[in-house]
Nanobody
Framework: QVQLVESGGGLVQAGDSLRLSCAAS????????MAWFRQAPGKEREFVAG????????YYADSVKGRFTMSRDNANNMIYLQMNSLKPEDTAVYYC???????????????????WGQGTQVTVSS
């Protein structure tokens, strides 16, 4: 069982930066592939970024490539999402998620993920 708690969301202006954090419980954190998803009002939850258990590989949605960077600290059971050059269309609730399968390939399908945090709101004003 893994419990995930996100933090770091807030209200910012277009062009600003935010860093989201996700704290995970459990002693086998490095065995989980991790991901960030987001859900805007009236839209489906979508993949934003993913990272393998070892941290060797990362994947990004086309809409955030070059602006967002995902990382993890396995010693402290943390994952991060550094978001730069934020746009109004980045406004959403951001969720971290854990996949019990660990490997270099990280799933982008939300149905694969076993554990979810409660989400943190990111609002970008124009």
């Amino acid at each position: 069982q893994v419990q995930l708690v996100e933090s770091g969301g807030g209200l910012v202006q277009a062009g600003d930066s935010l860093r989201l954090s996700c704290a995970a419980s459990g002693r086998t954190f490095s065995r989980y592939n991790m991901a960030w998803f987001r859900q805007a009002p009236g839209k489906e939850r979508e993949f934003v970024a993913g990272i393998s258990g070892s941290g060797i590989t990362t994947y990004y949605a086309d809409s955030v490539k070059g602006r967002f960077t995902m990382s993890r600290d396995n010693a402290n059971n943390m994952i991060y999402l550094q978001m730069n050059s934020l746009k109004p269309e980045d406004t959403a609730v951001y969720y971290c998620a854990a996949d019990r399968i660990s490997g270099l390939w990280v799933a982008q399908n939300r149905d694969v993920y076993d554990y979810w945090g409660q989400g943190t709101q990111v609002t970008v004003s124009s």
